[in-house]
């Protein structure tokens, strides 16, 4: 049985940030972090936005990404109910040239893992429209050849992610997700809400404040999907007050 990990979000450490100064000059200071399978490194032309994240669900507490868009694609995959571990970049791939697809040797970002054992494999990327028909090919190359296998490969876009404030959404909620309650406040809190309709946060907050409901029980049941949530774009609250 093969497995997976995940994690993302303000609660994880980068490496873009951190910098020096030499003369007039902001330079990011050099910094590695490893996966099961290579080292990574922020710097290079245009320095890379890495890090590490801590989560429940990846190896040893926490997980490394080396992209703002595998980052994403973590905090996606940990949101997700069926997954149960996730494994960022767990192994290298030599496909061989067959049934007319060429040879191709890839490194998924993750492998997400379910209770039951199977697993799906994962890339992160940034959005379709910069992927060139070469790399678009090779990426189509390399599902197929997983499907050989009866393993399921899918390409995460992180333009995807953004639409309608999916993923700005459930970082916000992220840290409420792992918070824990007494089931009778749960049982309590759902046998108030459920009734409702979707509705996006802002309606949903507004309802549990009517309903005498604690804020982080209501974001907490909103992480775990168990009430549903209407994704909007995410706003600062400074910036909504200015709005109003």
Avoid at 42 to 52: D, S
Avoid at 59 to 68: C, K, L, V
Avoid at 99 to 119: H, S, Y
Avoid at 170 to 193: D, E, K, V, W
Wanted: net charge positive; proline share 7%.
């Amino acid at each position: 049985t093969e497995q997976c990990t995940c994690r993302s979000g303000s609660h994880g450490r980068n490496a873009h940030q951190p910098i020096k100064i030499e003369g007039n000059t902001q330079v990011p200071v050099s910094r590695r972090i490893a996966s099961p399978t290579r080292p990574t490194s922020n710097r290079g032309e245009i320095p890379r936005f890495i890090g590490e994240i801590p989560s429940e669900k990846a190896p040893n507490g926490q997980t490394a990404f080396d992209s703002i868009s595998a980052m994403d694609c973590f905090l996606y995959l940990e949101w997700c109910n069926w997954v149960k571990w996730i494994e960022f970049e767990p192994e290298w791939f030599d496909f061989p040239a067959r049934a007319g697809l060429p040879a191709v040797r890839c490194l998924p970002d993750f492998r997400a893992t379910a209770e039951t054992g199977e697993f799906k494999m994962f890339e992160a990327k940034s959005r379709r429209d910069n992927i060139s028909p070469k790399k678009l090919a090779s990426l189509a190359a390399i599902r197929q050849h997983f499907a050989l296998l009866s393993i399921a490969y899918e390409v995460i876009y992180r333009s995807d992610l953004k639409r309608d404030g999916f993923i700005d959404t459930i970082t916000l909620l992220r840290r409420f997700g792992y918070l824990t309650f007494p089931q009778n406040l749960i049982t309590r809190a759902l046998s108030r809400l459920t009734a409702d309709e979707p509705a996006d946060l802002e309606t949903w907050v507004k309802r549990a404040q009517t309903k005498k409901i604690p804020l982080s029980l209501l974001h907490h049941l909103l992480y775990r999907q168990r009430l549903p949530l209407i994704y909007r774009k995410v706003l600062h609250p400074e910036i909504r007050h200015w709005r109003e």
